[in-house]
């Protein structure tokens, strides 16, 4: 791998605060879009933990996940990942939870963590025109955050 790929896999991963067993596997760029394509991967055999109770289980199926990252330049970027259920004994069937975004979220940690700093500097229209989403979209991250204080 070349020094320059070298450094920018080490920013993504940086980014999505990826550990082990994750890995990015794959980058794609689609330049008529203006998009790229982050794929995660992990160790096979890795075991994963259930969300509810932190046990360790083997995985028992995988669901194509896809979230929004903070733009590249001016590509959007994209992370996804076949994204590891384990089936606890206590608990049934759960889909775990990721480093880089929370849980039924659609936006990487990193993502929501911009559009809050935005969303304390600009109107909330104002923020869904620089990062390219619906306000409503954006209503529901800064209205997310804004719970957890209350």
Same mark, same amino acid.
């Given at each position: ?8 896999? !080490?920013?993504?991963? %940086?980014?999505?605060?990826? *550990?082990?067993?994750?890995?990015? %596997?794959?980058? #794609?760029? !689609?330049? !008529? #879009? ?8 992990y160790q096979e055999g890795a ?6 109770? =932190? ?6 199926? =995988?669901? +194509? #996940? ?5 733009? &590249?330049?001016?590509? =959007?970027? &994209? ?7 384990? +089936? ?13 975004? *929370? ?5 990487? #940690? ?24 619906? !306000? ?7 209205? %997310? ?6």
């Amino acid at each position: 791998m070349s020094e320059k790929l070298e450094l920018l896999n !080490d920013i993504i991963i %940086s980014s999505l605060n990826l *550990k082990e067993p994750y890995y990015m %596997s794959d980058l #794609k760029i !689609d330049e !008529d #879009k203006k998009e790229i394509y982050i794929e995660i991967g992990y160790q096979e055999g890795a075991k994963f933990s259930c969300p509810n109770c =932190k046990c360790e289980s083997s995985m028992y199926d =995988k669901l +194509n #996940k896809k979230w929004r990252h903070t733009d &590249f330049i001016k590509y =959007k970027v &994209f992370v996804e990942c076949k994204t590891p259920r384990v +089936n606890c004994s206590e608990h049934g069937v759960k889909l775990i939870e990721v480093d880089w975004a *929370k849980q039924r979220h659609r936006f990487t #940690k990193t993502m929501e963590q911009f559009i809050i700093d935005l969303s304390k500097e600009m109107p909330l229209v104002h923020v869904g025109k620089v990062v390219e989403e619906h !306000d409503t979209r954006i209503r529901r991250i800064v209205g %997310s955050r804004n719970e957890k204080i209350n």
